[in-house]
């Protein structure tokens, strides 16, 4: 298997691939079959590309093996109220990390992890968070992360 793979940040031209990719990452996670319905996904997702790519408040990368798209990664940075500890009020969010299980543990997921987290340290944002499929929790550890404590969530 050649161990030769590109690291692309998306740009517009790749929308139509990031949405497929995104539909993969969440089938994937939630264990949905390929006939689960995902109209309203797919289009939502289209728009927020659409949006946010050019407006600088979503990166991604897209992970090829020749032609063939491996694995991806996204950002998004959004701003809160600022605070004592996050001054600025910016933060980060890891998400849509995904490798073709047919090429996990070469450390694709982790160099994409490295480029993301870089992006966010270009914009001067250290609050970077994500949230953690059993699967992705071991990279995360070894790349640093934590458990967050003090946040909750109201369910549906």
């Known amino acids: ?3 030769e793979f590109v690291y692309k940040k998306a740009g517009m031209e790749d929308i139509e691939l990031l949405v497929k990719t995104r539909i993969e990452v969440l089938r994937a996670a939630n264990r949905l079959s390929g006939d689960t319905e995902m109209t309203l996904v797919e289009r939502q997702s289209r728009e927020y590309y659409e949006e946010c790519l050019p407006a600088g408040t979503h990166i991604a990368y ?3 093996e020749e032609e063939r798209c491996i694995g991806a990664g996204g ?3 959004f701003r ?3 605070t004592y500890h996050n001054p600025t009020g910016w933060k980060a ?3 849509n990390m995904y490798t073709n299980p047919d090429y996990r543990r070469k450390g694709i997921a982790y160099h994409t992890l490295e480029l993301l987290i870089e992006e966010a340290k270009n914009k001067n944002i250290k609050h970077i968070s994500l949230e953690a499929t059993d699967m992705g929790r071991r990279l995360y550890e070894r790349y640093g992360f934590v458990n967050m ?3 909750m969530e109201l369910p549906e």
């Open 1 to 3: 298997m050649n161990m």
């Open 62 to 64: 897209l992970v090829f």
């Open 75 to 77: 950002v998004s940075f």
């Open 80 to 82: 809160v109220m600022p």
């Open 93 to 95: 969010y890891i998400m």
């Open 149 to 151: 404590k003090n946040e």
